[in-house]
């Protein structure tokens, strides 16, 4: 058995509440004797390894176990697991980006740092390019280990190896991840809703609509022969105007604007008026512009492209191609690359892509793999889980509104999801991270405060990385407001109130 650390003050506070979970009463300690000496075989997999790693800068030594998982023929899941020399109890499982997994020490690092033992696979296939999708129409078994079940096997090995590994059980296993990553926490909830207690999603490309949005708004940009594109000059110009009108609307003028929904700003505002060439917007790009805040609706009823909110169009271009040559640096989030598994041998242009298109892509026995879009959460919530649900207002990628309508469904169809789901709205945030928004939130410690407490966050505090701001983030429907009245700090958190959206 490993040594106990000394039982915690707020464990034997918390264990006399009746609603909540109880702390893990110690610590339990490891060494890299015990690293040496651990059976690999646990892991059922090939390749198998075990390394002890010591204590670096703000990094606590720990064993690094890994593996490749082939559950099925032709499966090469690769894991990695990494446990601390002095663990707190809980796992902490960790998505993926684009069309990679992640398996990197820089996405265990916080984890780590705060006893975790982290949980990460490469998502059936081992290139870190997250354009690069070509093997997932190469190869069936891959595609469907990276749609949902890599993380699944990923999670029920690794709770037999820190288990084996510390010799006891874990107290809570939680999941976090964004992007793609929180297309694996939705689906985590959803598929496989017994491997964790408590889920945080971010951002998540959890419908092939982020996909065929990137296609549709690619095609936007570049209608009339490219009239309706953008230069970088003209996104700034349209922010400005955006912020000029609905910035101040929370109550303090900071480049943020807290709720776009609200923001009446029209691109018509900004059109050339007869012999006005600079500083405004010509008439295809105000019709470009506007649908693309509009989005389209496809002749299902769903969205083929999803609105993109105002206030943050200057960021766009990172997965948009608003210069109007029809192309953005995503390869329309790889939609391409996927070509075979929705269109067989015939030719698609994604430079024309239609309704039908769209339709196929959707109603294709890959996208019924893949998407997690099921907003029956019962099973999940039956076994006491938590779903943290959290996007930027300002994401150019995934978009927001999309992420509401998953919640709002979520909230509608399931009672529990009073008491055990939380959405919250990230103002001037990018995806997953960047944009003038404070980006930075410990949603690991927020969500263990929810667990333990038994008590929903009705706000998180974000940050930037050089201290530059702090801001509340409120949970759906409500949203922040200062109330500093010109003089207080906006950095206080305590100056800042959640109001209900008008």
């Not at 696979?121 to 870190?128: E, P, R």
């Not at 169009?313 to 608003?322: H, N």
């Not at 698609?348 to 099921?374: C, Q």
């Amino acid at each position: 058995m490993k040594k106990i650390a000394t039982v915690s003050l707020a464990a034997l506070a918390l264990a006399s509440c009746s609603d909540a979970t109880p702390e893990p009463a110690a610590l339990t300690m490891a060494t890299a004797e015990d690293c040496a000496n651990f059976d690999v075989s646990v892991l059922g997999g090939q390749d198998g390894s075990a390394t002890w790693v010591e204590a670096a800068e703000e990094m606590p030594a720990f064993c690094e176990i890994s593996a490749t998982l082939t559950p099925v023929e032709g499966s090469t899941i690769g894991v990695v697991y990494r446990l601390p020399e002095a663990w707190n109890g809980k796992l902490l499982g960790l998505g993926g980006g684009g069309w990679a997994g992640n398996v990197t020490i820089q996405a265990a690092g916080e984890g780590l740092a705060k006893g975790y033992a982290t949980l990460q696979t490469d998502g059936g296939n081992a290139g870190t390019d997250v354009w690069a999708n070509s093997w997932v129409a190469e190869r069936p078994a891959s595609a469907e280990d990276f749609s949902h079940r890599a993380v699944h096997e990923m999670t029920v090995a690794g709770k037999s190896v820190a288990s084996s590994f510390y010799g006891r059980e874990h107290d809570r296993a939680y999941f976090q991840g964004c992007s793609t990553g929180g297309r694996m926490a939705l689906m985590e909830a959803q598929r496989y809703p017994t491997d964790y207690d408590a889920i945080i999603a971010g951002a998540p490309v959890y419908t092939l609509q982020v996909q065929t949005s990137a296609v549709f708004r690619n095609q936007t940009f570049a209608a009339g022969g490219g009239a309706g594109g953008f230069s970088m000059e003209d996104l700034q110009l349209v922010q400005s105007s955006v912020l000029a009108m609905c910035d101040a609307a929370d109550g303090l003028e900071d480049g943020i604007v807290n709720d776009p929904a609200s923001c009446g700003w029209q691109p018509a505002s900004l059109q050339c008026e007869a012999g006005k060439t600079a500083t405004c917007l010509t008439a295809p790009q105000v019709t470009a512009l506007q649908t693309i805040y509009d989005g389209v609706r496809a002749s299902d009823g769903s969205w083929s492209m999803l609105p993109m909110r105002r206030g943050g169009e200057a960021g766009w271009s990172l997965f948009v191609g608003t210069d109007g040559a029809g192309n953005d640096a995503t390869g329309g989030g790889g939609l391409a690359n996927l070509a075979p598994l929705f269109f067989g041998s015939e030719k698609v242009s994604f430079s024309a892509f239609t309704d039908a298109n769209y339709l196929a892509v959707r109603a294709s026995p890959f996208a019924a793999m893949y998407e997690a879009k099921d907003p029956d959460l019962s099973a999940f919530f039956a076994n006491g889980g938590r779903l943290m649900l959290w996007h930027g207002e300002s994401d150019p990628g995934p978009s927001p509104v999309g992420t509401l309508d998953y919640a709002q469904a979520v909230m509608a169809g399931n009672a529990a999801a009073a008491e055990q789901f939380r959405y919250f709205t990230l103002p001037g945030v990018g995806h997953c991270r960047g944009g003038p928004g404070a980006d930075m939130v410990d949603y690991v410690s927020a969500m263990d405060d929810w667990v333990s407490s038994g008590e929903a966050p009705a706000r998180l505090i974000g940050t930037k990385a050089d201290g530059s701001i702090t801001r509340a983030h409120c949970a759906w429907p409500n949203v922040a407001r200062f109330e500093g009245e010109g003089a207080g700090d906006a950095n206080d958190p305590d100056k800042w109130t959640c109001v209900p959206r008008t």
